[in-house]
């Protein structure tokens, strides 16, 4: 007699067993703290209430809400004691939501967190998604006159219930911050309220304050919806979620960090229209402009672009790339996040958690047989160290690099290490650029140059006399314009940004000089002698041409004179 054992059979009564076994640890845990138990493999599953909470928060949390009816919901959790579920409950009970609590186990759990990937989000998707109407977004462009139309709608919301005010509220704030083309959203707690600020064109402007537990709530909810954990508020945390206009995907970067009074969030808006902006429009001068398209065009060479955070740095490398974009070239990003998605070019994200660092990412282009290259950022020796010999393999090279002017550009990268001898031939320009903003042409004013600024644009004049530059200026002008305010303006006076610029190429002068350990003045005094406006000069001229003012360009740079460089006569 044979008997036949039957593996698969007797693992499927094993797994049944294992399950029924948890399944009756689950009902005794039901007993122990006063819970109904449920079983979710026998229930259906309300899709409307998972979208309360992110998959991700639903899973790390262990728990799942199967049911709602109004401000009713029935909520399934694995451990009734945990303190990410007390999180959670607490969450969506100052959110305005009554749960009742149901014991679960992880098998039945699962059962309501597959149906994440069957859902059609009205308002929130699996990514962290926000969509707000295209209707309603038009609405509040149009009729957003100020500043205090957005003040005045978020004290409207204010007086709403809980269960529609964080919705309404954030709605809001971030239509408000889209149609006033804010950088980021600043949202900060404070002793008695929390307060609500816009970067606009780079200064920050108060819009609103609310009290604490409309800030508690709404901070709740952007946590939700860029994946954040709601228990952490001690350490700082950074996700993301997208907002969708039209067909548009707007990415919002959200960090935050521990505070005296509560946490502070900034919501950092990478809108895709604010860096599409081509070479033309960035402020560059006729000849500055010429230059740089010449050092473009070329076949291989590292193209830096300087400056602090926020100066404009990546508009400007996305400017050269929709440039020089061809069918003939392979062209490879590594960017840290990808702001804006080209046509016809490969662009990667920069993951450091998995190891995909700018380094990792530029050694792996190099394998990708690309023409032209542009790396976000140049942070350590190791990617500058490749970057420079990519550029002297046959790439054309874009990145950008935090200096305080184009001279620094060199001696940073020798203080990361690069060989000076190698680095000259690899760099064959180096910018460095501030945003400034432009003065809003419904309501400037034209006055006579105050008088202490008289000086300051004599010697400008004299210095670009040679320069191309100087041949409008061969009358000094008298007037200039400054900023007035009005609501097209929001009050400030100016309206946009523009970019003030510097260039240094790379000649046997700037070879000569790098070679010997020079200071960043040693290198600025050579590099004048190439006949391109600093930024100081490409400022005051800015000025004279009414497109900013002197109290804009003393925000952004120094307008003392550098009087260790020699003002050597151009030929």
Same mark, same amino acid.
């Given at each position: ?59 790390? @949390? ?17 451990? &009734?004691?945990?303190?990410?579920? /007390? ?21 039945? $759990? ?13 308002? +929130?998707? !699996? ?39 964080? @919705? ?14 804010? @950088?980021?959203?600043?949202? !900060? ?14 200064? =920050? ?13 709404? $901070? ?9 954990? $709601?228990?952490? /508020? ?54 500055? =402009? !010429? ?12 193209? %830096?672009?300087?400056? &602090?955070?926020?100066?404009? /740095?990546?508009?400007? =490398? ?11 070239? *392979?062209?490879?990003?590594? +960017?840290?996040?990808?702001?804006? #998605? ?53 790439? %054309? ?52 140059? &105050?008088?202490?600024?008289?000086? $300051? ?5 004299? @210095? ?11 009358? /000094? ?23 003030? #610029? ?15 350990? &020079? ?22 001229? *800015? ?26 006569? =151009?030929?």
């Amino acid at each position: 007699m044979t008997i036949h054992f039957d593996e698969d059979k007797q693992n499927t009564r094993m797994k049944k067993l294992l399950l029924d076994e948890e399944e009756a640890a689950m009902q005794m845990l039901a007993e122990k703290y006063s819970v109904t138990y449920i079983d979710l493999t026998t229930v259906s599953i309300n899709s409307d209430g998972l979208k309360l909470i992110e998959e991700k928060t639903a899973r790390e @949390s262990l728990v799942a809400i199967f049911d709602i009816v109004g401000t009713k919901i029935s909520i399934a959790v694995h451990s &009734p004691e945990s303190n990410d579920t /007390k999180d959670v409950l607490d969450t969506l009970e100052r959110s305005g939501y009554k749960a009742t609590v149901f014991i679960a186990s992880i098998h039945s $759990l699962e059962k309501a967190w597959e149906r994440y990937k069957d859902i059609n989000f009205a308002t +929130e998707t !699996e990514a962290g998604s926000l969509d707000i109407s295209n209707e309603e977004i038009e609405s509040l462009v149009q009729r957003t006159k100020n500043l205090e139309d957005i003040s005045k709608w978020i004290a409207e919301a204010l007086e709403m219930k809980k269960t529609h005010r964080v @919705s309404k509220m954030l709605s809001i704030v971030m239509a408000g911050a889209l149609s006033t083309k804010s @950088s980021d959203v600043h949202i !900060e707690a404070g002793e008695l309220k929390a307060r609500l600020r816009y970067r606009i064109d780079g200064v =920050l402007t108060t819009v609103s304050e609310f009290d604490k537990e409309t800030y508690e709530l709404t $901070l709740s909810r952007i946590k939700l919806l860029s994946g954040l954990k $709601l228990n952490i /508020k001690e350490n700082a945390q950074d996700g993301r979620f997208t907002v969708k206009i039209k067909n548009t995907d707007i990415e919002i970067r959200t960090s935050t960090i521990p505070g005296s009074y509560g946490e502070s969030v900034v919501m950092r808006i990478l809108n895709p229209e604010s860096i599409m902006v081509t070479m033309d429009k960035l402020g560059m001068s006729k000849r500055f =402009l !010429e230059a740089v398209r010449k050092e473009i065009a070329r076949p291989n060479g590292l193209i %830096l672009t300087t400056g &602090p955070t926020g100066s404009g /740095k990546t508009t400007t =490398l996305y400017a050269f790339l929709r440039e020089v974009s061809n069918p003939e070239y *392979k062209i490879i990003t590594i +960017e840290d996040p990808v702001e804006y #998605h080209l046509p016809g070019i490969v662009q990667t994200q920069v993951e450091e958690s998995k190891g995909y660092t700018f380094e990792a990412g530029l050694k792996s282009a190099m394998r990708q047989d690309p023409d032209i290259i542009m790396v976000g950022e140049i942070r350590d020796a190791e990617t500058a160290i490749t970057a420079i010999n990519a550029a002297l393999t046959g790439h %054309l090279v874009f990145s950008t690099l935090h200096t305080n002017n184009a001279a620094g550009t060199f001696t940073r990268l020798i203080d990361l290490g690069a060989d000076p001898k190698t680095l000259t031939s690899a760099i064959h320009a180096a910018i460095a650029q501030r945003l400034v903003r432009v003065i809003c042409d419904k309501c400037r004013k034209k006055v006579p140059i &105050p008088t202490e600024r008289v000086a $300051l644009v004599d010697d400008v004049l004299e @210095s670009i006399k040679n320069m191309e530059e100087g041949k409008e200026f061969i009358e /000094k002008p008298t007037e200039i314009y400054i900023p007035v305010g009005c609501e097209a303006c929001n009050n400030t006076g100016y309206f946009d940004r523009i970019g003030i #610029h510097e260039l240094i190429l790379t000649d046997a002068s700037i070879e000569k000089i790098v070679r010997e350990n &020079p200071s960043e003045r040693e290198i600025k005094a050579v590099a004048k002698k190439q006949g391109f406006m600093d930024m100081r000069q490409d400022g005051v001229v *800015k000025v004279l041409q009414g497109i900013t003012s002197f109290d804009e360009l003393e925000r952004v740079i120094d307008l003392a004179k550098d009087d260790f460089i020699e003002e050597t006569p =151009l030929v």
